[in-house]
C-alpha cells in the first residue's frame, strides 16, 4: 500500500487539526495504520494505532485524551484529529501501515512521506 499524509501547518496553541493519511489499492481495510511524529532533533516518536476494522485503537500517553485517530475504508483514508495542541505538539507527522497488523505492534512497513510540517505556537 502506498500513503500520502496530508494536513499539517501552522496553529496557535489550544488549537486543532486533521490529519489524513489517504492510501492507494483497494486492499486497504486489511492494514493496521499507526501515526508518529519527529520533532526536530528529537526520535520519532508513536502517537497512535487503530486496527483494519476500526475496532481497537492504541494511543501514546503524551496525546491519550487530546488525540483521535480514525479511518474511513470507504475512502482508503485514516485520520488523526489533534486538539488542544501544546508547542510541544510540533513536529513533521508520519503515517504508517502494516498488512494484519496488530496494535501491539510498533512494526510498520509501509510510510508516508510526512505532512509538512506542524507548528504549533
Known amino acids: 500500500v502506498q500513503l500520502q499524509a496530508s494536513g499539517g501547518g501552522l496553529v496557535q496553541a489550544g488549537g486543532s487539526l486533521r490529519l489524513s493519511c489517504a492510501a492507494s489499492?483497494?486492499?486497504?481495510?486489511?492494514?493496521?495504520v499507526a501515526w508518529f511524529r519527529q520533532a526536530p532533533g528529537k526520535e520519532r516518536e508513536f502517537l497512535a494505532v487503530?486496527?483494519?476494522?476500526?475496532?481497537?485503537?492504541r494511543y501514546a500517553d503524551s496525546v491519550k485524551g487530546r488525540f483521535t485517530i480514525s479511518r474511513d475504508n470507504a475512502k482508503n483514508t485514516a485520520y488523526l484529529q489533534m486538539n488542544s495542541l501544546k508547542p510541544e505538539d510540533t513536529a513533521v507527522y508520519y503515517c504508517a501501515a502494516e498488512l494484519w497488523g496488530s496494535t501491539t505492534s510498533a512494526d510498520f512497513r509501509s510510510w508516508g512521506q510526512g505532512t509538512q510540517g506542524t507548528q504549533v505556537t
Open positions: 487503530i486496527s483494519w476494522s476500526g475496532g481497537s485503537t
Open positions: 489499492g483497494r486492499t486497504f481495510n486489511r492494514y493496521t
